[in-house]
């Protein structure tokens, strides 16, 4: 793993994080939701404690929708560019699904299985 704090942003640089402890677990989620947030097959999510995340440039934008499970999600993302920063849950589950995607430096991010593979592309 790289040192910490984890640092990372969105693709305009408007908006910027910090993740002051380790991972939990690092996976790709195949589901619907990710699929179309994402407009790709999948999401390289990096489960961080929600207490440990913050933004240290920017204030996020915040959209919320019903997940394939039928559980209230929100999402935290750059209003300027987009970019699709934390997935959590309403209410909080202490926990963030970061896109990998979005560390700048993604050298040590190595999944450990798939999820929802059900709705994997073929």
């Not at 910027?16 to 991972?23: D, F, H, L, M």
């Not at 390289?44 to 929708?65: C, D, K, L, M, Q």
């Amino acid at each position: 793993m790289a040192s910490l704090p984890l640092v990372g942003g969105c693709m305009c640089g408007a908006l910027r994080y910090e993740v002051s402890a380790a991972p939990v677990m690092i996976y790709n989620c195949h589901c619907t939701n990710c699929q179309k947030i994402s407009g790709s097959a999948f999401n390289v999510s990096v489960i961080v404690a929600e207490a440990a995340f913050r933004f240290t440039a920017g204030s996020p934008a915040r959209v919320e929708w019903v997940s394939d499970k039928g559980s209230t999600r929100c999402g935290l993302f750059c209003g300027a560019c987009g970019t699709r920063i934390v997935n959590g849950g309403v209410p909080s589950t202490g926990v963030y699904s970061l896109r990998g995607g979005t560390l700048d430096d993604t050298t040590w991010v190595q999944p450990v299985g798939d999820t929802y593979t059900r709705s994997a592309q073929p």
